[in-house]
Each structure stands twice: as structure tokens, then as C-alpha cells.
């Protein structure tokens, strides 16, 4: 079951590195029953997750009111 993703800016990177873990354990358990088409998927999902984390916390060390707009 999936979590419901915070509306609390600062929890949301919380959140993304909770999923990424959370797929990286489902799609070891899908590896271990053999099933490499579900492991594969999940893995994505798992760096998806890990890559809006990390571009989050980026985000978050940003100074307040700084546009990234050019």
C-alpha cells in the first residue's frame, strides 16, 4: 500500500526516500521469487522516488525566494 504523500513541503523528502526504500525491499522480495520483469519495475519506481528525494532536499538547501527562472 502506498503512502500518502505530505503536503508538509519539508516532510516530502520524507516521503520520497520512504517509497524509494519501501520499492527497493518489494522488488528484492519479486527478485527472490524469481520474478524479473516485477523486480525490474519496481526498481524504477524505487529510483524514481530516490531521484525526487534528492532533488527535493536540493531544492529545500536553496535560499528562500530565489527564482530558478533565467
Do not use: C, W
Not at 4 to 27: K, N, Q, W
Not at 41 to 65: D, F, I, K, S, T
Amino acid at each position: 500500500m502506498e503512502s500518502t504523500m505530505p503536503t508538509d513541503f519539508g516532510d516530502i523528502a520524507a516521503y520520497h526516500s520512504h517509497e524509494a526504500s519501501r520499492y527497493y525491499v518489494l522488488a528484492q522480495t519479486a527478485r527472490d521469487e524469481g520474478n524479473i520483469g516485477k523486480a525490474e519495475y519496481l526498481v524504477n519506481m524505487a529510483a524514481r522516488h530516490a531521484e525526487a528525494a534528492q532533488e527535493q532536499q536540493m531544492v529545500m538547501m536553496r535560499e528562500p525566494g530565489l527564482s530558478t527562472a533565467g
